[in-house]
């Protein structure tokens, strides 16, 4: 068997269980992202009276590459003005967002030891094995995020900020296009 049918054996069980444990937890996941949001929003008040950061016009939630690699499972939060990348000073934090990523971890772990049985793999093999599957796990990520995110949003205090226009949301990649929430 391959990674493909192996994987796909686990997508729907992982994605539910994720879904099963959001919903369990989603009160303290939610004061988590607040606890990490409010000083992002502190820390562009600052910029913003110090004339070093434009009026903000989206608060960008990126998933990281890297963080495969690394084991370091966070989303970036990152405040921008309308140039979104060539926004002159960076305003952006960390989420630690591993209750997502453990799933995806264990997934991969129970496929690689089925193929290592088969053929030998490589670590690069296993990360991209885990970026693929990541990215197959982010829709089901990126619901959960939404409405932790809009839920975080409605305590933290935007007064004091100045803005583009509006405040647009945007899940994606980091610096790649996303979707506006």
């Known amino acids: 068997m391959d990674f493909e049918t192996l994987i796909a054996e686990k997508l729907d069980t992982s994605t539910t269980a994720l879904s099963e444990y959001f ?6 996941l939610a004061e988590d992202l607040f606890n990490t949001l409010a000083p992002l929003v502190e820390m562009a008040k600052y910029q913003q009276i110090a004339g070093v950061k434009e009026p903000l016009a989206c608060l960008h ?8 690699a690394a084991q370091t499972y966070e989303f970036r939060l990152a ?13 952006a934090v960390y989420w630690d ?21 088969q053929a030998p793999l490589s670590d690069f093999d296993v990360r991209e094995m885990k970026y693929k599957y990541a ?3 982010l829709p089901t990520a990126q619901i959960i995020v939404e409405e932790l995110m809009l839920e975080a949003l409605s305590k933290v205090d935007l007064e004091g900020l100045k803005f583009d226009e509006s405040l647009t949301v945007v899940h994606g990649g980091y610096m790649e296009g996303g979707t506006v929430i």
């Open 23 to 28: 919903y369990q937890h989603k009160q303290k």
């Open 61 to 68: 939630i990126a998933f990281l590459r890297s963080c495969i």
């Open 79 to 91: 405040l921008c003005s309308k140039d979104l990348w060539t926004d002159p000073i960076e305003t």
């Open 97 to 117: 967002a591993s209750f997502i990523f453990q799933y995806v971890e264990q997934d991969v772990s129970e496929v690689v030891g089925i193929l290592k049985r």
């Open 135 to 137: 990215l197959d796990f």
